[in-house]
């Protein structure tokens, strides 16, 4: 594996290709539809959504290196933002040549509610869930849930809540869980909730103002957790430091998620999965104490860093845009996953090793350095630059990050227009085609 990954970010976009297919990540046909710009008919994108115009494309590249309860993954990210994968990349070497990764989930259920806004009659309520309880469940499974049911899921649990109205009443809340196997399962959840709506109204003279399920799924919790070995003691330190202030400050923790979520949004997108779904239920997660926390930690134990992900990440393999859309299909291929758990543990592992590099990066180097080296490239085009004229400009502003530690996009058509200023005047053309003689200078 490392010879396959060795210099990957330095190959051509071919050369990548063929490294995957020699990796077995993905297929001769895979590599043929990726070459031909994974084109998408657009009759699909009529079933997706409304008003349909067209498709707005997104990179897809893969983050390497991981190795993830002991097999090599290829992480396919649907991203625009610049060195998310090769963050990934670099920190699940340092993990894969230190450490190791393991993943788990703890739960099944997915959480459906049936809210009774105004409850008449709580003692009858609280007796008729409490006695009809089997029977509810199985008449959901049976009518509804049947499919779930036969893949090992379905219905699981029937449980009554009061939740303060603010108003000196309480409101009822029916949770409904239902274990969707490999779906992500909001219809089935929606379905649910709207079949029992009428049974136990006609049960109980209560009326049900809503029914919908929840993104806060505590009932289904996945971990990752990484541990490294043999590194300098004050850098362990320095980053168990650093989660304790994404730990105890609300303002630091936003941004510390938000950075777990780069590496995982990339993923959901890169699967057709949800993941507007999956970060509602992280960031509910995170405060579900009352204060807003961060979902990873990092704690020094003995000589060793451990970390640990938890959060809810609800996804699905089968249904929907993971199986409608081809390049999802082709990402749920490469990733190797054949179900819900393992799609949700990777991104899981991916988020608590982008946390990592990004802390890492912030307790030494800062995290401008990394960024805005990658960045160049996208100010170089903002600028304008042609593909013989990317170079000198990339070098150019490579040079003045080093002095400044710091770039800008009129940075870079200063450079532009310096280059194409020295073109007109051959005499002061060097050997490589940039201008020749004199320091760079901001």
């Excluded at 099944?108 to 806004?117: K, R, T």
């Excluded at 996945?222 to 609300?250: C, K, N, W, Y």
């Excluded at 699967?271 to 961060?294: F, K, L, S």
Aim: glycine share 8%.
């Amino acid at each position: 594996m490392s010879d396959l990954f060795n210099g990957f970010s330095k190959l051509t976009r071919p050369e990548r290709l063929r490294r995957l297919r020699e990796l077995g990540a993905l297929t001769a046909d895979d590599i043929k539809f990726l070459e031909n710009g994974a084109p998408v008919d657009i009759q699909i994108a009529e079933h997706f959504i409304e008003n349909v115009i067209g498709f707005l494309q997104m990179p897809l590249g893969v983050a390497t290196n991981f190795v993830i309860d002991g097999r090599v993954t290829v992480i396919p990210m649907a991203v625009e933002e610049t060195s998310i994968v090769a963050a990934a990349s670099k920190a699940a070497k340092w993990v894969r040549e230190n450490g190791e990764i393991k993943t788990s989930i703890e739960g099944s259920s997915s959480i459906g509610q049936i809210q009774i806004a105004r409850v008449k009659d709580w003692p009858s309520l609280r007796e008729y869930i409490h006695s009809h309880r089997d029977e509810l469940i199985e008449l959901a499974n049976r009518e509804v849930a049947f499919g779930l049911k036969n893949r090992g899921g379905g219905v699981l649990d029937i449980q009554l809540r009061a939740v303060d109205r603010g108003d000196g009443a309480e409101m009822a809340v029916i949770h409904v869980l239902v274990d969707t196997v490999d779906a992500m399962g909001a219809n089935i959840m929606n379905q649910v909730c709207e079949f029992l709506k009428n049974p136990i109204e006609t049960a109980t003279g209560e009326t049900v103002t809503m029914c919908i399920l929840s993104n806060l799924v505590d009932t289904k919790v996945t971990r990752a957790h990484v541990v490294m070995r043999g590194l300098d003691p004050q850098l362990i330190e320095r980053i168990a430091e650093a989660s304790l202030f994404a730990d105890r400050d609300p303002y630091r923790a936003a941004t510390n998620n938000k950075g777990v979520l780069n590496g995982i949004d990339p993923i959901l997108i890169a699967t057709g999965n949800d993941w507007r779904a999956v970060e509602a239920g992280v960031h509910a997660y995170a405060a579900r104490t009352g204060r807003y926390r961060t979902v990873t930690r990092w704690t020094v134990e003995g000589n060793e860093l451990h970390g640990e992900f938890a959060a809810p990440v609800i996804v699905g393999v089968v249904g929907g845009v993971t199986r409608l859309h081809p390049t999802a299909r082709m990402c749920l291929r490469l990733l190797g996953v054949n179900s819900a758990d393992e799609l949700s543990r990777v991104c899981a592992a991916v988020g608590l090793v982008q946390n990592l590099g990004a802390l890492r990066a912030l307790t030494t180097v800062g995290i401008i350095e990394g960024h805005m080296k990658l960045h160049i490239r996208n100010l170089t085009l903002g600028a304008g630059a042609t593909e013989s004229e990317m170079p000198y400009v990339q070098r150019r502003l490579e040079e003045i990050l080093t002095l400044t530690k710091r770039i800008s996009l009129s940075q870079a058509i200063d450079a532009l227009r310096e280059l194409r200023d020295s073109a007109k005047r051959p005499s002061t053309i060097g050997s490589a085609g940039t201008p020749s003689g004199g320091d760079a200078h901001p």
